[in-house]
């Protein structure tokens, strides 16, 4: 039995980058879940479960020293109730010893990646070590990992039921073994969960319990190891085999720890037998052991050399993943000699969370199918971008575990990270460019080298080349079936496309006057495409160019004239001696065109078209205007901006992304526009200033690439972001060796705090229709700030807005804005000193309204305000059915009125009162 409770069924390939490192976090402020866990005073008055004593004379560090086997559970997250997760087994192998840094304590090595601090003591009713809080346990691209120890108290009077942190403690018991009493939690030590594909949680109640040292199994010194090659259902893999008089060693059974052998006794039956639970290493921090099932019995075959088992043999690592699983393995030697390899396949180019992954199978045999040495076989990858072929080299900045750059790969090569056998990530190298990918086995055998042809896999079809329409070879239904009675299925009755690659090829129907129907003819050669008037038209896409198309043709031409009845848009045609091969070339002085049209006026029948496409040359362009997509100013610990930057002309061509750049702008109240400086001061990643940003530059922290976008954190803590009144992004194209700029896309912030309230001045006439921001005129009658609810807001008004929520929004720019309503709140379109007349909208012990400002404040430039030339109270509050939780009160006789310390009055009071269960003021 598989033990499929426990061990994944699905073969690791599919989880190597899982258990190396956690998916991709999101950047910044949204890098993970906070840890929040509760603090318990008095810890030590929770009741913990009860557990046998271990008593000694005298107790240290040195009765803990030893190897041990950590049986565990892990679960994915927390619960109400922890009994009812759902739970995988886990074991590892640790080693105690007496710590060189912290007198009297210990040093744990094996339960997490970095070894562990613990001090160690005794109460009297048993011996324990306590390994302290926030210790690192490991260390990833996004920052060290602490652990945590956590437990789950029910609650009483005093504390309330939930999940507490602290130190982690273990309990020595009578029989030696270790009980953990706390659930471990490992976090990031910005103290962010460790999510995704990292199970975070270990259950407190695991032991460890005392085991023999574990050392991993090598080849005798002395004895020779040989080249052997195992089979089994499924695959193949090279293994090398040694023997020691009655021992029989086998390294690389192990994917993760191919170093390790297994070790075997022979038996004078020529059984060979392995035992059980055999250690082959540690990877991914977890233990590796192999024959996990029982022993298994191998049958040699001294004649042949031979080692045949019947059944499945596999090693687990960490109880969770198979390690190898071979059925029907048989293990031979195989004889160096020159060979062929077969050839390789790429089965798959597929995305995953790390980006573009390459699948792919070499057969360990040559091309007869007969096993080869795996020792002696490598592997290259090239690329092939418009025909133009190149070998891929992985480097340590590409793929971070290389320690050198590799071009020429050794089969089954794995630094258990990037590279497997069978599958590669390719990480940054990855280039939507490429057309195909290809893989080439290269055998060393004999003293020969002998390499297979590129094996390829479509990515995309070439955009430029030649491409080819040969009717005589396309599927499609002709008029005058050979042989049949006369067929009329042929014939083209309305626009019919035809594509071959990034050609595409539009034949029309006849012109009315014709008689003769064009159409797809059946001849002996195949189908033939016959045309009797009407048009051929050639287009290719936005940034290419047709630079020359041959028509192959039986004579027809025209009515057989030599084309008099062929013409054509642009360009010239010339039809050959044989009048066979009619060929169309460019303008004089015209480098090609991305539409070609014929037009046909008599019989013309042709075999297959040949179509000649280029890359445009580069031409001075105007770039498009970005598009803003996304704005967080206020609301978020890190403001930033999503835009769109096209990588395409006015006229939508496309234009070279490595000249593109583009430029930020922001313009403040009663100042200019001024370009945003991306300053190295600011920008950790950054080298030097940069005013205009390249198109291509990111940094993967405060400027990178967001499914389309670009994301960029506006870093300077000295500006006042919420003060802009416009920012913009322009685009900047170098194309040609000339400059030029796209206009400037500008967006309108606007802000509102917690508040949920502002003022708002409109820069330029805005529109808030259908938008999450609200605006409002607004006028005092006496007692009360009325609001109107206003859409659209002329350049210079300032206007009351409200929102849901905290946040920056956007209003879209108009031309000729009405307000529409009354209104007399004064624009600050400046900074404006405050004379004792002013009121501003604020936000005062949970009131929002209008506040005196003191005589002498600065009133900020982009907000609204009040003026009140005599005495007036000292705040007007305006209410829900215009806008707010505060309104006037109303006359009503049975109104149930309370004061806001809750008790009962007979009649509304000076202040804030609470009348038929709503707030409002007097």
């Known amino acids: 039995m598989l033990l499929a409770a426990f061990i994944a069924v699905t073969a690791m390939a599919g989880t190597e980058k899982s258990l190396m490192r956690a998916e991709m976090f999101p950047a910044k402020a949204q890098i993970g879940q906070k840890l929040n866990l509760k603090q318990a005073p008095g810890k030590a008055q929770v009741s913990k479960r009860a557990r046998a004593p271990k008593k000694a004379e005298t107790f240290s560090a040195a009765n803990l020293v030893g190897d041990y086997t950590w049986d565990y559970l892990q679960a994915s997250s927390l619960s109400t109730q922890p009994d009812t997760l759902a739970t995988t087994a886990g074991t590892a192998h640790v080693v105690i010893s007496e710590s060189t840094t912290t007198e009297g304590g210990i040093t744990i090595s094996g339960m997490f990646p970095n070894d562990l601090e613990a001090t160690v003591g005794t109460d009297g009713d048993y011996n324990y070590f306590t390994i302290s809080a926030e210790q690192t346990g490991g260390t990833s691209s996004y920052g060290d990992y602490i652990l945590y120890g956590l437990f789950y108290y029910e609650g009483d009077e005093t504390y309330e039921a939930g999940w507490y942190d602290g130190d982690i403690h273990g309990y020595v018991l009578?029989?030696?073994?270790?009980?953990?009493?706390?659930?471990?939690?490992?976090?990031?030590?910005?103290?962010?969960?460790?999510?995704?594909?990292?199970?975070?949680?270990?259950?407190?109640?695991?032991?460890?319990?005392?085991?023999?040292?574990?050392?991993?199994?090598?080849?005798?010194?002395?004895?020779?190891?040989?080249?052997?090659?195992?089979?089994?259902?499924?695959?193949?893999?090279?293994?090398?085999?040694?023997v020691d008089g009655s021992d029989v060693y086998i390294q690389g059974l192990s994917q993760y720890c191919p170093e390790a052998c297994v070790k075997g006794t022979k038996g004078e039956d020529n059984k060979v037998t392995f035992p059980a639970m055999q250690y082959m290493g540690v990877a991914y921090d977890m233990t590796s052991y192999f024959f996990y099932e029982g022993d298994a019995v191998f049958t040699y075959d001294p004649e042949t050399d031979t080692y045949t088992l019947e059944g499945n043999v596999y090693g687990v690592l960490g109880n969770q993943y198979y390690d190898g699983n071979y059925t029907n393995p048989v293990i031979a030697p195989v004889a160096e000699k020159a060979v062929m390899p077969a050839n390789p396949e790429i089965t798959a180019l597929q995305s995953s969370s790390y980006g573009m992954v390459l699948d792919f199978n070499i057969p360990?045999?040559?091309?007869?199918?007969?096993?080869?040495?795996?020792?002696?076989?490598?592997?290259?990858?090239?690329?092939?971008?418009?025909?133009?072929?190149?070998?891929?080299?992985f480097t340590p900045a590409t793929h971070s575990e290389l320690e050198e750059d590799m071009t020429e790969i050794p089969y089954g090569f794995t630094e258990n990270y990037d590279f497997y056998a069978g599958r590669i990530y390719l990480n940054d190298l990855y280039s939507e460019d490429w057309n195909k990918i290809g893989i080439q086995s290269i055998y060393y055998g004999g003293g020969e080298t002998n390499a297979t042809e590129i094996q390829w896999f479509t990515i995309k079809e070439y955009t430029t080349g030649d491409f080819t329409f040969n009717f005589n070879e396309m599927d499609v239904a002709t008029s005058n079936n050979l042989n049949e009675e006369n067929s009329n299925d042929g014939d083209i009755l309305e626009v019919k496309e035809l594509k071959e690659s990034s050609v595409t090829l539009a034949i029309s129907p006849k012109t009315e006057s014709a008689s003769n129907p064009n159409r797809f003819w059946a001849t002996t050669n195949g189908p033939q495409l016959r045309m009797y008037s009407s048009t051929l038209t050639f287009t290719v896409p936005k940034g290419y160019i047709i630079t020359g198309i041959k028509f192959y043709h039986n004579g027809y031409w025209g009515g057989k004239n030599n084309g008099g009845n062929v013409s054509v848009d642009s360009g010239a045609i010339t039809n050959d001696a044989t009048n066979k091969v009619a060929t169309w070339v460019p303008a004089e002085g015209v480098e090609g065109a991305e539409t070609v049209i014929f037009t046909i006026g008599a019989n013309t029948q042709i075999d297959q078209i040949t179509v000649t496409v280029e890359e445009a040359p580069e031409v001075a362009a105007t770039p498009a205007a970005p598009t803003f997509n996304g704005l967080q100013l206020v609301g978020t610990s890190y403001p930033k901006f999503w835009v769109n930057v096209p990588t395409e002309d006015v006229d939508g061509y496309p234009i070279n992304a490595e000249k593109l750049y583009y430029t930020i702008w922001y313009e403040l109240y009663g100042g200019k526009a001024q370009q945003f400086v991306v300053s190295a001061d600011e920008y950790e990643y950054v080298t030097e200033d940069m005013v205009e940003v390249p198109y291509s530059y990111g940094d993967d922290w405060d400027i990178y690439e967001d499914d389309g976008?670009?994301?960029?954190?506006?870093?300077?803590?000295?500006?006042?972001?919420?003060?802009?009144?416009?920012?913009?992004?322009?685009?900047?194209?170098?194309?040609?060796?000339?400059?030029?700029?796209?206009?400037?896309?500008?967006?309108?912030?606007?802000?509102?705090?917690?508040?949920?309230?502002?003022?708002?001045?409109?820069?330029?006439?805005?529109?808030?229709?259908?938008?999450?921001?609200?605006?409002?005129?607004?006028?005092?009658?006496?007692?009360?700030?009325?609001?109107?609810?206003?859409?659209?807001?002329?350049?210079?008004?300032?206007?009351?807005?409200?929102?849901?929520?905290?946040?920056?929004?956007?209003?879209?720019?108009?031309?000729?804005?009405?307000?529409?309503?009354?209104?007399?709140?004064?624009?600050?379109?400046?900074?404006?000193?405050?004379?004792?007349?002013?009121?501003?909208?604020?936000?005062?012990?949970?009131?929002?309204?209008?506040?005196?400002?003191?005589?002498?404040?600065?009133?900020?430039?982009?907000?609204?305000?009040?003026?009140?030339?005599?005495?007036?109270?000292?705040?007007?509050?305006?209410?829900?059915?215009?806008?707010?939780?505060?309104?006037?009160?109303?006359?009503?006789?049975?109104?149930?009125?309370?004061?806001?310390?809750?008790?009962?009055?007979?009649?509304?009071?000076k202040g804030i009162n609470i009348i038929n269960g709503k707030k409002v003021l007097k």
Do not use: H
Not at 368 to 387: A, C, F, H, M, Q
Not at 872 to 881: C, H, I, L, M, Q
């Open 364 to 393: 360990l045999e040559d091309v007869n199918g007969d096993p080869i040495l795996g020792s002696k076989l490598t592997y290259i990858i090239y690329t092939d971008v418009e025909r133009k072929v190149t070998p891929l080299t």
């Open 174 to 242: 009578d029989d030696g073994s270790i009980y953990i009493d706390e659930w471990i939690c490992r976090v990031l030590s910005t103290g962010s969960y460790v999510g995704y594909n990292l199970t975070p949680y270990w259950l407190g109640g695991s032991t460890l319990t005392p085991s023999d040292p574990l050392t991993v199994i090598t080849f005798p010194e002395g004895v020779v190891a040989n080249d052997y090659v195992m089979t089994y259902n499924g695959g193949s893999k090279p293994v090398k085999v040694a």
């Open 709 to 909: 976008d670009i994301r960029f954190y506006l870093n300077p803590a000295d500006f006042d972001y919420t003060a802009w009144k416009r920012i913009g992004v322009q685009s900047i194209y170098y194309g040609a060796d000339e400059r030029r700029e796209s206009e400037i896309t500008w967006i309108t912030p606007v802000s509102v705090t917690a508040a949920k309230y502002a003022t708002f001045v409109a820069p330029v006439d805005v529109d808030f229709t259908d938008n999450a921001v609200s605006a409002y005129a607004a006028t005092f009658d006496g007692e009360y700030v009325q609001l109107a609810p206003v859409t659209t807001v002329p350049a210079g008004t300032a206007v009351v807005v409200k929102a849901e929520y905290a946040g920056t929004y956007v209003v879209n720019e108009t031309t000729d804005a009405t307000l529409g309503a009354t209104n007399e709140l004064v624009a600050s379109t400046e900074d404006v000193t405050a004379d004792g007349t002013q009121y501003v909208l604020a936000k005062v012990d949970d009131v929002v309204g209008f506040y005196k400002v003191n005589t002498g404040s600065t009133i900020a430039a982009g907000k609204g305000y009040m003026v009140f030339e005599t005495a007036v109270k000292p705040f007007y509050a305006f209410g829900e059915d215009d806008a707010t939780a505060i309104s006037r009160i109303a006359a009503d006789e049975n109104a149930i009125i309370y004061n806001l310390a809750g008790q009962r009055v007979s009649k509304a009071v």
